[in-house]
């Protein structure tokens, strides 16, 4: 099956719980819960001392609001892009959420997130 030929329903029945969960996790600074629905070569390029570093001294990464907006999709491939405008409950202003799902070994996984 190919991801891209869900509808955007679809895909959000899917999308909007994996971005919720990693709205809480990097809220709490929790690596391991954060990066549970990666993609295997995902999880081989993340550095886990950078992440954490990332946890650790970025206000935003801390702090997200935990409502979001779907703006969204983008279907290349194999994969589909879900944008999303996100929040912080602590710095002013919005920014563009990117989560990358497609299928690995028959389960939808994460390939790539992103806050812009």
């Known amino acids: ?6 509808t955007d329903e679809e895909i959000l029945e899917i999308a909007n719980p994996f971005w919720s969960h990693l709205i809480k996790y ?6 391991g819960k954060f990066v549970r629905h990666f993609c295997y070569d995902l999880l081989l390029g993340l550095n886990e001392v950078e992440v954490g570093h990332q946890f650790a001294h970025s206000t935003l990464s801390r702090n997200l609001a ?25 710095l002013d202003g919005e920014w563009l959420g990117r989560l990358v799902l497609g299928y690995e070994k028959g389960e939808v996984k994460i390939f790539a997130a992103s806050i812009f």
Do not use: A, C, P, W
């Open 1 to 6: 099956m190919n991801i891209i030929e869900k």
């Open 26 to 31: 990097s809220n709490e600074g929790n690596y």
């Open 66 to 90: 935990e409502d979001f907006d779907f703006l969204g999709t983008i279907r290349r491939g194999e994969h589909v892009t879900v944008l999303y405008r996100q929040r912080s409950t602590k």
